[in-house]
Nanobody, 117 residues
Framework: QVHLVESGGGLVQAGGSLRLSCRASNGRVIINPMAWYRQAPGKQREEVASIVNGDSTNYADSVQGRFTISSDKARSTLYLQMNSRKPEDAGIYFC???????????WGQGTQVTVSS
């Protein structure tokens, strides 16, 4: 069964912006910490942004100042706003986390992002 569903991936021009969404099934409330990861072909999956207890945010050095992680008011959807996109930002993006009613955290299925020049 699907617990977390990413969307919003696609093609974006270098320097452009794109927002990814990660929706918990059945509108369940997402519990911190939640995080976004990405994986480029041939590379290790890496965490790019997270929301931790107290709603503090953390970012990888490579995306600091360009990406913003957030959630909606109902806390059923996680977002990743990506600005000033670079070619190296291309890859499959995954969300990971837990929502109310879940016994543990889950990975989303991933959404692919391509950056064009």
């Amino acid at each position: 069964q699907v617990h977390l569903v990413e969307s919003g991936g696609g093609l974006v021009q270098a320097g452009g912006s794109l927002r990814l969404s990660c929706r918990a099934s059945n509108g369940r409330v997402i519990i911190n910490p939640m995080a976004w990861y990405r994986q480029a072909p041939g590379k290790q999956r890496e965490e790019v942004a997270s929301i931790v207890n107290g709603d503090s945010t953390n970012y990888a050095d490579s995306v600091q100042g360009r990406f913003t992680i957030s959630s909606d008011k109902a806390r059923s959807t996680l977002y990743l706003q990506m600005n000033s996109r670079k070619p190296e930002d291309a890859g499959i993006y995954f969300c990971k986390g837990r929502a109310l009613g879940w016994g543990h955290a889950y990975w989303g299925q991933g959404t692919q992002v391509t950056v064009s020049s």
